[in-house]
């Protein structure tokens, strides 16, 4: 093929990228490839195909490619940087995005990139540094105003976070990403009707697939906090789609079962999707598989390892095996850890959540039942005797934290400081039931407010979720945060109180908490006003005490 030849390829290749048809555009890029190895924007085309369809380990290949060739180009080098992000490669985008400043130190997206290098590697004040540099020279960077309020967001600071987005979109009214880190300041803030009105005017033609992902994902919480579970619900289902960050390819033999179809007469597999929290809270759903009007004609599921005995004991008579999750290319894929035996009728499947619009159209559609998890009775009776051994009172088990606090999550959870009214209460025998790293919490009751938590003997509180759930069960309380330990105990009938802040999705926009109608919510009605919050919490266990 001709010169011409290659550059007619790479141009229509460019059509079918700029359209988001990254498969066509590949296709054409690699037939360019095939003529002339030394095609630089043939792997150019290649690798942002890659990368925009979530191929990380293609792009990351098809950048190398492309930089073998040119070695110092700028857009090659952020590329790599991006890539290395999406790959928690943080130290690597480092380079990558030093590298790109190096020749073009007026280069606002590698700033950009390595501000989030740096944030990744837990240097945080790095990052707002090199941002506040930028702008000091370059103000008229609404990308850098727009990164930076982002960066304060996550550390709590909505007024100055506001200020950041305001002035991006002053520079660039119609710049996307600060639209919708706006959008989303709003609803963290507690005003969710503005937050909707504000995504739903940000408009998807041009956007990424990702982009376009992760703005319906907003969506969908905002309209499910709302109550518009018919909407929510709609938008929820892109929590599944290729380009949504952080998604799950299903792996799993046999015909996926589609919303709206019938399941009478299914023989369906439920698989366990996200979190394990949201693994445990959809699986409020199966007992109405089984005895309902939407029984289909057999039930087999599909959850993580950590679950299955609790689930066997839960729902006799159902198959219960376990899923896995692997990382492939930058993308996480969930497969049956036991293959299904070959010559067995393949079943219809679904993940869990994929049900929610067809059985829980409403909130009034939330059956009203104290538990839908059965604990071991044997071991609630040997942590009922541990108890019994402590001083008289009531006897509590305290969460705070989720696994994963980073970024926005961080404002989804009070400091631990702020349970101090709580743990003031006499007359309470405070038990840990936290997982993950919480030596210095312990500490901080013990040292500084003089209360011991107990940590129950021999249980490994992130692994052994039969001895969590048995522990839950004994105790007369629960009170914390929507973790997976919470949501273990509250399925299991735990007495509970839930605190949440005021853009949590999951309370569907009613007074009482749908999933777990015995919980008793503490929700935060304006963003950070946890003292308010953890007073009523201490007033209602002093109560509790006393009667």
Same mark, same amino acid.
């Given at each position: 093929? +001709?010169?011409?030849?290659?550059?007619?390829?790479?141009?229509?290749?460019?059509?079918?990228?700029?359209?988001?048809?990254?498969?066509?555009?590949?296709?054409?890029?690699?037939?360019?490839?095939?003529?002339?190895?030394?095609?630089?924007?043939?792997?150019?085309?290649?690798?942002?195909? %890659?990368? !925009?369809?979530?191929?990380?380990?293609?792009?990351?290949?098809? @950048?190398?490619?492309?930089?073998?060739?040119?070695?110092? #180009?700028?857009?090659?080098?952020?590329?790599?940087?991006?890539?290395?992000?999406?790959?928690?490669?943080?130290?690597?985008? #480092?380079?990558?995005?030093?590298?790109?400043? $190096?020749?073009?130190?007026?280069?606002?997206?590698?700033?950009?990139?390595?501000?989030?290098?740096?944030?990744?590697?837990?240097?945080?004040?790095?990052?707002?540094?090199?941002?506040?540099?930028?702008?000091?020279?370059?103000?008229?960077?609404?990308?850098?105003?727009?990164?930076?309020?982002?960066?304060?967001?996550?550390?709590?600071?909505?007024?100055?976070?506001?200020?950041?987005?305001?002035?991006?979109?002053?520079?660039?009214?119609?710049? +996307?990403?600060?639209?919708?880190?706006?959008?989303?300041?709003?609803?963290?803030?507690?005003?969710?009707? /503005?937050?909707?009105?504000?995504?739903?005017?940000?408009?998807?033609?041009?956007?990424? *697939?990702? #982009?376009?992902?992760?703005?319906?994902?907003?969506? %969908?919480?905002?309209?499910?906090?709302?109550?518009?579970?018919?909407?929510?619900?709609?938008?929820?289902?892109?929590?599944?789609? &290729?380009?949504?960050?952080?998604?799950?390819?299903?792996?799993?033999?046999?015909?996926?079962?589609?919303?709206?179809?019938?399941? /009478?007469?299914?023989?369906?597999?439920?698989?366990?999707?996200?979190?394990?929290?949201?693994?445990?809270?959809?699986?409020?759903?199966?007992?109405?598989?089984?005895?309902? *009007?939407?029984? *289909?004609?057999?039930?087999?599921?599909?959850?993580?390892?950590?679950?299955?005995?609790?689930?066997?004991?839960?729902?006799?008579?159902?198959?219960?095996?376990?899923?896995? +999750?692997?990382? !492939?290319?930058?993308? /996480?894929?969930?497969?049956?850890?036991?293959?299904?035996?070959?010559?067995?009728? +393949?079943?219809?499947?679904?993940?869990?959540?994929?049900?929610? &619009?067809?059985?829980?159209?409403?909130?009034?559609?939330?059956?009203?039942?104290?538990?839908?998890?059965?604990?071991?009775?044997?071991?609630?009776?040997?942590?009922?005797?541990?108890?019994?051994?402590?001083? *008289?009172?009531?006897?509590?088990?305290?969460?705070? /934290?989720?696994?994963?606090?980073?970024?926005?999550?961080?404002?989804?959870?009070?400091?631990?400081?702020?349970?101090?009214?709580?743990?003031?209460?006499?007359?309470?025998?405070?038990?840990?039931?936290?997982?993950?790293?919480?030596?210095?919490?312990?500490?901080?009751?013990?040292?500084?407010?003089?209360?011991?938590?107990?940590?129950?003997?021999?249980?490994?509180?992130?692994?052994?979720?039969?001895?969590?759930?048995?522990?839950?069960?004994?105790?007369?309380?629960?009170?914390?945060?929507?973790?997976?330990?919470?949501?273990?105990?509250? $399925?299991?009938?735990?007495?509970?109180?839930?605190?949440?802040?005021?853009?949590?999705?999951?309370?569907?926009?009613?007074?009482?908490?749908?999933? @777990?109608?015995?919980?008793?919510?503490?929700?935060?009605?304006?963003?950070? #006003?946890?003292?308010?919050?953890?007073?009523?919490?201490?007033?209602?266990?002093?109560?509790?005490?006393?009667?």
């Amino acid at each position: 093929m +001709t010169r011409a030849g290659v550059d007619a390829l790479l141009g229509q290749a460019l059509k079918h990228l700029d359209a988001f048809r990254t498969e066509a555009a590949a296709d054409l890029a690699r037939q360019a490839l095939a003529q002339d190895r030394a095609s630089g924007g043939a792997w150019r085309i290649l690798a942002l195909a %890659a990368e !925009t369809s979530g191929d990380l380990t293609g792009a990351l290949s098809a @950048y190398e490619g492309a930089l073998a060739l040119d070695p110092e #180009d700028a857009a090659l080098l952020k590329g790599l940087a991006r890539i290395a992000l999406d790959l928690g490669m943080a130290p690597v985008a #480092d380079a990558f995005s030093r590298r790109a400043l $190096a020749r073009n130190p007026e280069d606002a997206e590698a700033v950009c990139l390595l501000s989030r290098a740096l944030t990744g590697q837990g240097q945080g004040d790095g990052a707002v540094e090199v941002l506040s540099a930028h702008l000091t020279e370059r103000p008229e960077s609404p990308e850098v105003w727009n990164a930076l309020g982002l960066l304060i967001a996550d550390r709590g600071d909505l007024a100055s976070a506001q200020t950041f987005f305001d002035e991006a979109l002053r520079l660039a009214p119609s710049l +996307t990403p600060a639209r919708f880190n706006a959008a989303n300041l709003l609803m963290t803030r507690g005003e969710t009707v /503005k937050a909707l009105a504000a995504l739903e005017r940000i408009p998807q033609t041009g956007l990424s *697939p990702r #982009d376009r992902a992760t703005l319906v994902f907003s969506r %969908a919480c905002a309209r499910l906090r709302l109550g518009d579970l018919s909407g929510g619900w709609r938008d929820y289902a892109v929590r599944n789609d &290729p380009g949504f960050p952080g998604s799950a390819n299903f792996d799993i033999p046999g015909r996926r079962w589609r919303a709206g179809e019938a399941l /009478k007469g299914e023989d369906l597999l439920l698989v366990g999707e996200q979190g394990l929290g949201d693994e445990v809270m959809f699986a409020g759903l199966i007992p109405e598989l089984l005895d309902g *009007p939407h029984a *289909p004609a057999s039930l087999a599921l599909a959850v993580e390892p950590r679950l299955v005995s609790l689930f066997q004991r839960s729902f006799p008579g159902v198959p219960v095996t376990s899923h896995a +999750t692997r990382e !492939t290319g930058g993308r /996480k894929v969930r497969r049956l850890s036991t293959p299904s035996n070959e010559g067995e009728p +393949t079943a219809a499947w679904a993940p869990m959540a994929d049900l929610l &619009p067809d059985l829980r159209p409403s909130v009034s559609t939330f059956p009203d039942r104290e538990r839908f998890l059965e604990a071991d009775p044997g071991q609630v009776r040997a942590w009922r005797e541990w108890l019994a051994t402590e001083p *008289p009172g009531l006897r509590v088990g305290l969460l705070w /934290k989720s696994g994963l606090m980073s970024g926005s999550r961080n404002n989804a959870f009070a400091p631990f400081e702020t349970w101090a009214p709580v743990l003031g209460i006499p007359g309470v025998t405070f038990v840990n039931l936290q997982y993950g790293d919480c030596d210095g919490e312990i500490a901080f009751a013990r040292d500084a407010l003089g209360v011991e938590i107990r940590t129950p003997e021999g249980l490994d509180l992130k692994q052994d979720l039969e001895g969590v759930s048995a522990l839950s069960s004994a105790l007369d309380l629960v009170i914390g945060v929507s973790n997976a330990s919470f949501n273990l105990a509250a $399925a299991c009938g735990a007495p509970a109180w839930l605190i949440t802040a005021p853009d949590a999705w999951t309370t569907l926009g009613a007074a009482t908490y749908p999933w @777990y109608p015995r919980v008793r919510m503490f929700a935060s009605q304006t963003f950070g #006003d946890w003292e308010t919050v953890f007073q009523s919490v201490a007033d209602a266990l002093a109560e509790r005490v006393a009667g």
